[in-house]
């Protein structure tokens, strides 16, 4: 089955770095478009980041284009989330997610903090 494991969150001051990483399996990993979400309490999900399936091409929210940046590993099966210049207002639990044939599938999550 399909299985999406994230890890890599923390808390960390503002200013600061963390980099998430996603490992999926159950299905043929190079052939999907992989996201990152986020959410925080009260509010719907936010699409943060996505990566084609070859990684050419990715896209950002605006308010993490030029902090964040998505990259992908085919032969590890990983999507990684490499988060700079961390705000307190990027604090909110991370979800990779896969839609395959119309079903999306998302992990556990992780909880970022970006507070001093």
């Known amino acids: 089955q399909v299985r999406l494991v994230e890890s890599g969150g923390g808390l960390v001051q503002p200013g600061g770095s963390l980099r998430l990483s996603c490992t999926a399996s159950?299905?043929?990993?190079?052939?999907?478009?992989m996201t990152w979400f986020r959410q925080t309490p009260g509010r719907l999900r936010e699409l943060v980041a996505a990566?084609?399936?070859?990684?050419?091409?990715?896209n950002y929210m605006d308010s993490v284009r030029g902090r964040f940046t998505i990259s992908r590993d085919n032969d590890k099966n990983t999507v990684d989330l490499e988060m700079n210049s961390l705000k307190p207002e990027d604090t909110a639990v991370y979800y990779c997610r896969v839609v395959l044939r119309s079903n999306r599938y998302w992990g556990q999550g992780t909880q970022v903090t970006a507070s001093s």
């Open positions: 159950g299905f043929t990993f190079n052939t999907a478009a």
């Open positions: 990566i084609t399936e070859t990684g050419d091409t990715t």
